[in-house]
């Protein structure tokens, strides 16, 4: 639903569909800067205007045929613009509820071809209250919408920096979850370490929610594999630049080490 824009260039969706545009109003900046007057990050569509389903979900049913996918990521990551009091169709409503009615109508519309619906979990937390802030959870009061969405979704729970333990919330929730490191080597290994005592120390029920690990790589395919083979070729990769590739080397790394049998050294 969000990141129908990049800084001065705007999605495929909304360039042909103008009309399922959030926020028209708000005007592409010559020169883009965050923050500005407009709260811009990323532009979303509306998710009640009543044509948008008719071209998004045939685009996901097209997406899982080619890839042959029996799971979805919805993305709905970092929705900065939703239940604007300008728009004539969702203004002044409840956004927690615009937002779970967006979850579960791709959840149902990939339930009639039996997939699964995956999406991040930032946008159900309470950035205020937990002091995550608006990136990792919510300043826009969607986070309500955790108890209203339906729990087979599954929760890819992104945290690059340090391994906040929010994937505990999610499972309490009755999701299944997974952690998501990016770049951080040391971040990701705490995270993994965190996943695998959650399980030991979690109730029978919460157990299997625990579903580990997910590396996220915010680059093209090209820049990751040449960045990976460079470090696997170099004795040194656990040193200098945060990387994507460092953190993937370094995270399956430890899960090797921590394989029964394995005399691997971390």
């Known amino acids: 639903m969000g990141h129908q824009s990049w800084q001065r260039s705007t999605g495929k969706l909304l360039q042909v569909y103008p009309e399922f545009d959030e926020t028209p109003w708000v005007k592409t900046p010559e020169t883009y800067t965050w923050p500005n007057p407009d709260g811009l990050y990323c532009r979303s569509y509306c998710p009640l205007h009543p044509r948008v389903h008719e071209v998004v979900l045939p685009l996901v049913d097209e997406i899982c045929d080619a890839f042959e996918a029996d799971a979805f990521h919805a993305g709905m990551d970092e929705v900065f613009y939703l239940g604007e009091a300008r728009c004539p169709r969702c203004g002044g409503k409840d956004k927690s509820e615009l937002f779970a009615g967006e979850v579960k109508r791709i959840h149902a519309h990939l339930q009639t071809r039996q997939r699964e619906l995956w999406i991040w979990g930032d946008r159900l937390l309470d950035g205020r209250t937990t002091g995550l802030g608006e990136w990792e959870a919510s300043f826009n009061d969607t986070h309500r919408a955790v108890d209203l969405i339906p729990q087979d ?100 790394d430890e899960i090797q080490r921590l394989k029964p049998g394995s005399d691997a050294k971390p």
């Open 153 to 252: 979704v599954v929760i890819c729970d992104w945290h690059y920096e340090r391994p906040d333990p929010t994937p505990v919330y999610f499972a309490m929730k009755g999701f299944r979850v997974l952690t998501c490191p990016w770049r951080n080597p040391e971040a990701a290994v705490r995270q993994l370490h965190d996943q695998l005592r959650f399980r030991e120390q979690s109730a029978t029920a919460m157990k299997p929610r625990f579903r580990g690990m997910l590396q996220t790589v915010w680059s093209d395919p090209g820049p990751f594999l040449r960045d990976l083979r460079g470090h696997k070729e170099s004795a040194d990769y656990k040193q200098g630049e945060l990387t994507a590739a460092r953190c993937f080397l370094r995270l399956f």
